[in-house]
Every structure is written in structure tokens, then in C-alpha cells.
């Protein structure tokens, strides 16, 4: 079970801090990554981390200004966003693939948060 939040309104050049509360998983080899959809636009990948390892990985458009994070001992995944930009306006959702790569097409996850919105306006 996932469950997103941590969305706002927020200043560019402004930050944010994302909830991905993860529960309910029966084999480490797993990981959650964080996806984005713009209205209009397609489900985009934004960060991914790998359970069994930790290891992050991130898509160019938020390399550099984003951080994902977690706190196992809260079953929490976190997404830091930073010098947040008007296209990073979006909802965001994490999600999980039971797979122990992390992986960027939605199709390949199994289960999704309900997502929280972030917009970035002046």
C-alpha cells in the first residue's frame, strides 16, 4: 500500500518535501519510484529507489534539484524538491515495481499512491 502527500503551492525557485508512506511489501527486492503528470501530458518518470540497496537514481529534468530519500524505520519514502520550476507543476504519485531494478515506464509498476498535487506559481 501506497500513500502520497506533501503536494502544495510553492514560489519558483521554492522547495518541497514529498510523502511516500510503503507498507505491505513481502519480499525486499523491490522498488518505488516517483512519476509526474502534467494535465495534458503523459505520465512522466521522475526518481527511483532501489529497496534491497538504496541506490537512487533520476531523470535529467530533475537531476541535480531533486532528492529522494527514506527512513525505513517509518516505512517512508521521501522526494526533497528544490528550485522548483512552473514545469514541475504536476501531481505526483509514487509507485512500486516488484522487481529489483529500478525500471521508468508506468506500465512496469504494480501499485500506486493516490498522488498529491504540486504547483509552482509566482
Known amino acids: 500500500q501506497l500513500q502520497a502527500s506533501g503536494g502544495g503551492l510553492v514560489q519558483p525557485g521554492g522547495s518541497l518535501r514529498l510523502s511516500c508512506a510503503a507498507t505491505?511489501?513481502?519480499?525486499?527486492?523491490?522498488?518505488i519510484s516517483w512519476f509526474r503528470q502534467a494535465p495534458g501530458k503523459e505520465r512522466e518518470w521522475v526518481s527511483c529507489?532501489?529497496?534491497?540497496?538504496?541506490?537512487?537514481t533520476y531523470g535529467d529534468n530533475v537531476k541535480g534539484r531533486f532528492t529522494m530519500s527514506r527512513d525505513n524505520d517509518k516505512h517512508t519514502i521521501y522526494l526533497l524538491l528544490n528550485s522548483l520550476e512552473p514545469e514541475d507543476t504536476a501531481t505526483y504519485y509514487c509507485?512500486?515495481?516488484?522487481?529489483?531494478?529500478?525500471?521508468?515506464?508506468?506500465?512496469?509498476?504494480?501499485?500506486w499512491g493516490q498522488g498529491t498535487q504540486v504547483t509552482v506559481s509566482s
Open positions: 505491505g511489501f513481502t519480499s525486499p527486492y523491490y522498488s
Open positions: 509507485a512500486s515495481d516488484n522487481a529489483p531494478t529500478c525500471r521508468t515506464r508506468p506500465l512496469e509498476y504494480d501499485y
Open positions: 529507489i532501489r529497496n534491497r540497496d538504496g541506490r537512487r
